[in-house]
């Protein structure tokens, strides 16, 4: 009962907050879309940078290694610069250390992330793929991108607004 409650309120989000994303050239986002290194290459910080200033999440260079066992790995920096790697190669600069980010997509479409000390869902992200190149909110995107809305927590937000969104475009494919 809780998990299909759980569910349809997460639909109800989904539906309410990317509608703009689904009329674009797009299609919901499957983990094996997800698989794979990926660069943001743009990003709207919204309400987000506000109440996180500090956050990895809005420096300028980032990367992000979704692994098909379900854990994640990524790396940031304060300076413009391309990250170019493969999954093997992002995982090798992590060495022994364990991997405590996870990934699960929900439903095709909606992907929630989770830090191991927390043992609940982090961040809920809306994730599409573009399906032909395209431009949202006057910003460029190319076929195959990845688009990600961070579903906000704050109740006050209105509904069909994200507090963070992310374009990310696949390294080494």
């Known amino acids: 009962m809780r998990q299909t409650f759980l569910k349809t309120w997460l639909w109800a989000l989904l539906c309410l907050s990317f509608t703009h994303l689904a009329q674009a050239q797009t299609k919901p986002a499957q983990k094996a879309d997800l698989v794979g290194t990926w660069q943001v290459v743009a990003f709207f910080p919204g309400s987000f940078a506000l109440n996180n200033p500090d956050s990895d999440l809005l420096l300028p260079s980032q990367i992000y290694g979704f692994y098909e066992d379900n854990h994640m790995r990524s790396l940031t920096d304060d300076k413009a610069k391309e990250f170019n790697y493969t999954l093997d190669e992002l995982e090798s600069r992590f060495g022994n250390r364990p991997q405590k980010l996870h990934y699960q997509v929900i439903e095709a479409g909606l992907v929630a992330t989770t830090i191991d000390e927390k043992q609940q869902i982090g961040s809920l992200w809306q994730s599409y793929i573009a399906t032909d190149d ?27 607004q994200f507090s963070y969104i992310r374009v990310l475009r696949a390294v080494n494919r």
Not at 142 to 148: S, T
């Open 134 to 160: 395209h431009k949202i909110e006057g910003l460029p995107t190319q076929k195959g991108d990845l688009i990600m809305g961070m579903i906000p927590h704050d109740k006050s937000t209105p509904a069909g």
